[in-house]
């Protein structure tokens, strides 16, 4: 049996997508790095911090500053328009916000995949 190779650890992906409150087209390419354990550590830390420390933070504006802390982290390339809007959060689109999150997460869910699977083969294979 051959060694293993992990699968390689970034993503590239497009959006695409007129934003529901504005109707602005946001187009552009984003790459995405998965997380090592210091970046996930500073997700942690802002993530509170937008938090304001608060306990009874409502669940939705939480996980929305978890959106917010982690693609700050993790997106590595980004159109302009993305770092023109605070990295996401000066964004009036929450949908627009939703979908780039969204990417990642479902790459990352797909990583999981791949590493967890019970056919060595996976981990050689290309990114999809």
Not at 31 to 46: C, D, E, L, W
Not at 81 to 89: F, K, L, Q, S, T
Not at 112 to 124: A, F, G, R
């Amino acid at each position: 049996m051959k060694n293993a190779k992990m699968p390689v650890m970034n993503f590239r992906f497009d959006i695409n997508m007129n934003g529901a409150e504005t109707k602005v087209a946001f187009i552009g390419s984003f790459t995405y790095k998965r997380p090592t354990i210091q970046i996930k550590a500073h997700i942690g830390a802002m993530h509170t911090r937008l938090n304001g420390d608060l306990m009874n933070i409502p669940d939705d504006v939480s996980y929305t500053n978890l959106k917010l802390a982690t693609l700050k982290f993790t997106l590595t390339e980004f159109p302009e328009w993305w770092e023109d809007a605070g990295y996401g959060a000066d964004l009036y689109d929450q949908d627009v916000l939703d979908a780039v999150y969204q990417k990642c997460m479902d790459w990352e869910l797909a990583f999981q995949k791949k590493v967890y699977s019970s056919n060595p083969e996976d981990l050689t294979k290309d990114n999809e």
